[in-house]
Nanobody, 128 residues
Framework: QVQLVESGGGSVQAGGSLTLSCQAS????????MGWFRQAPGKEREGVGIIDTTDGNTRLADSVSGRFTISKDDAKNSLYLTMNNLRPEDTAMYYC?????????????????????WGQGTQVTVSS
């Protein structure tokens, strides 16, 4: 049974940093393409970034490029989202998700429908 559990969310002031973690169980993250998504109140869920778990290459949404990074730890079977220079508009529930492994460019649109498994989310609140 595939399970994803996010942690690390919280409240920070603008300009601050947070690192979110996603612990996977029931499968090895190296066998899937992993991603981070977020959903703010009243808005649609949007992709934040994806990572090719075979080579570590990543794609990030324009809104977070240069501020956020995605990484993984195969030994811990975990995914991470390091967020720097946070802005109030980054406030959202953040989710990690797993998709069938395929070339990164195929998942670059970061469409939710391409991802099979989802965590329960962790809340990030950024105050100005």
């Amino acid at each position: 049974q595939v399970q994803l559990v996010e942690s690390g969310g919280g409240s920070v002031q603008a300009g601050g940093s947070l690192t979110l973690s996603c612990q996977a169980s029931g499968y090895a993250i190296s066998t899937y393409t992993m991603g981070w998504f977020r959903q703010a109140p009243g808005k649609e869920r949007e992709g934040v970034g994806i990572i090719d778990t075979t080579d570590g290459n990543t794609r990030l949404a324009d809104s977070v490029s240069g501020r956020f990074t995605i990484s993984k730890d195969d030994a811990k079977n975990s995914l991470y989202l390091t967020m720097n220079n946070l802005r109030p508009e980054d406030t959202a529930m953040y989710y990690c998700a797993a998709a069938k492994r395929r070339p990164l460019w195929m998942l670059a649109p970061m469409a939710s429908r391409d991802f099979l498994y989802w965590g329960q989310g962790t809340q990030v609140t950024v105050s100005s």
